[in-house]
C-alpha cells in the first residue's frame, strides 16, 4: 500500500476534479479574502469559490436588480456600524442591536417604489402646502417685529413640520415619518383657529395707534393664512391617503403571514419567534 507524500488529496470517487484559474488581483482585494477566509474558517480558495457561488446563484434567483441595491445598501450600513463597534455583528450583542435599530430605519428612506409623489397631484398638493406654510411662516415673523409671539396652531405644532421655524421639506421615497403625522391632521376642529392669543398680546402691548392698527392687520391675515394651510393640509392628505392605505395593507399582509407560520409552528411544537404572534 503506497504511502500518501504530501501535496493534495487523492479524489474520491464519484469526485469532480476541480480547475485551476489564474487571477491576479489588488493586494486590498486579497487582504479582503484572507480576512474573510480567517472570519470563516476557510482558506482563501475556498472563500473566493463560496463567494463566486453565491453571486451566480443570485444571478438565476429571482431577486430583481433593485432587490440587489436594497441587500447592497443594508450590507453597507452593517459594514459601518461594524466600523464603529470593531465587532462582528452576529457576535456582539451591541452591534446587533445597532444593525437591528438600522433595519427598524432605514427602509422608509431606502422604498421608491410608487412614490407618492410621482404622483402629480399629489405633489401638486403638497406644493400648495408648502406655499401655505411658507405665508404663514412670513406673517408670523412679521408679528414677532412688533413684540408678539405667534401661537403655533395644534394642528401644526410637532405634527405636520415638527420645528415650526424649519423651512418644510417634501418627504422623499418614505411614507413614515411626516406622512404618517399628517393622517387625521385634517380632522382637526376648526374651533380652534383663531388668534385671540395674538389679540390679547396686541392690546398689552404699549404701542403707538398706528403700530397697531398695522399689527392687528397683520393678525387678520394670518388667521386667513391659518385657513388656506389647514385647507391645504385637508386636500394633501387625502391626495395621500391611498397610498398610506396600500403601504398599512403591506404591512399588515406581511404580519398576517407571519403570525401564521408562527402559529402553525407552535401547533407543531416547532421553534418560532414570539413576536411574530403580535
Known sequence: MSKNKGGRPAHHDGETKKAAIAVRTAPSVRDALKAAADENGRSITQEVEKRLI???????????????RLLAKFAAEIAEIEQMTGKRWHKDRKTAGAVLEMFRRLPNHLVRTDDPYDDEFVSRTW???????QETLKLMEHLRDFGISPWEQSYMKGRLFGNS???PRR???QLGGILGRLAGVADMDRREL???????QLERLELPPEAKRHALALIELLEGADERELSANEAHSEAIAPYLQAEEEGRTLYRSSKRRAAEMAVARGDDFSISDLF
Not at 383663531?194 to 390679547?200: I, L, Q, T, V
Open 54 to 68: 453565491v453571486s451566480f446563484e443570485a444571478d438565476g434567483g429571482q431577486r430583481s436588480s433593485e432587490t440587489e
Open 127 to 133: 406644493d400648495a402646502l408648502y406655499a401655505a406654510r
Open 165 to 167: 421655524s424649519a423651512t
Open 171 to 173: 418627504p422623499e421615497g
Open 194 to 200: 383663531g388668534r385671540w392669543r395674538e389679540r390679547e
